[in-house]
């Protein structure tokens, strides 16, 4: 770790900070059934990525259907809870308290998180910024947006962890180089404790010591 450079923690959102992964899984896998049957369990395969990336692996020649999806998750997303995950508001604070920068790094889209700000309208209040889709040109598994959150802090890639429970996400942070906790919400602990340092079902147990362990 560089101690000239301060610490940073980088939260995705989506199964990380709030529980809303099973909710999408739905959504998204009625999509599969509608559009795409030959694919199993849809709803897993497209986790981590933005819309632009889903419509463009898999609804590429379908403008009609892009339009229809749009306007289905955009009404689906006004309607969805967004409950914290047990203990991450207290981690955050932990985290503040030591001196850690703190960014959600999310593929999610400047709209949906209004959604999530009018539930929660504390959320900017526990962290320092809130890195979306649109301050983005490449998505996970691209390591763009945590190289990203090392920047807006101007701290080095060693004083960083990220902490995912996608696929696409614990590959993006692999490739950029972070420290990282996995969590195990979205996808079984065994089939994600080869692609982190560390996997946590929740943050209820997990204390500042054990982070600042990993640097």
């Excluded at 199993?40 to 692996?57: N, S, V």
């Excluded at 009609?64 to 955009?74: A, C, G, M, R, S």
């Excluded at 009404?75 to 809870?81: C, P, Q, Y």
């Excluded at 900017?124 to 890195?131: A, C, G, M």
Aim: charged content about 25%; some cysteine; hydrophobic content about 40%.
């Amino acid at each position: 770790m560089d101690n000239t450079k301060c610490k940073a923690a980088l939260f995705d959102f989506d199964g990380v900070v709030v529980d809303t992964e099973p909710q999408y899984s739905i959504f998204w896998n009625r999509q599969g059934e509608l559009y795409h049957p030959e694919i199993e369990e849809f709803g897993r395969r497209i986790k981590g990525q933005t819309l632009t990336q889903i419509f463009d692996g898999h609804f590429a020649d379908m403008p009609e259907v892009q339009q229809q999806i749009t306007k289905d998750l955009n009404e689906f997303e006004k309607n969805m809870t967004f409950d914290y995950l047990p203990g991450v508001v207290d981690f955050m604070k932990q985290l503040r308290a030591d001196g850690v920068k703190i960014a959600i790094v999310t593929s999610s889209n400047d709209q949906k998180m209004a959604n999530v700000y009018r539930e929660h309208p504390e959320l900017k209040s526990l962290v320092d910024r809130i890195l979306t889709a649109d301050m983005f040109t490449q998505s996970k598994p691209n390591p763009e947006c945590f190289l990203l959150g090392a920047k807006v802090f101007d701290t080095v890639i060693d004083n960083c962890v990220v902490f995912e429970d996608s696929f696409h996400g614990l590959e993006a942070a692999r490739r950029a180089g972070m420290k990282i906790v996995g969590l195990c919400t979205t996808n079984p602990r065994e089939t994600i404790e080869d692609k982190a340092d560390i996997v946590i079902e929740n943050f209820s147990n997990f204390t500042i010591q054990e982070f600042n362990n990993l640097l």
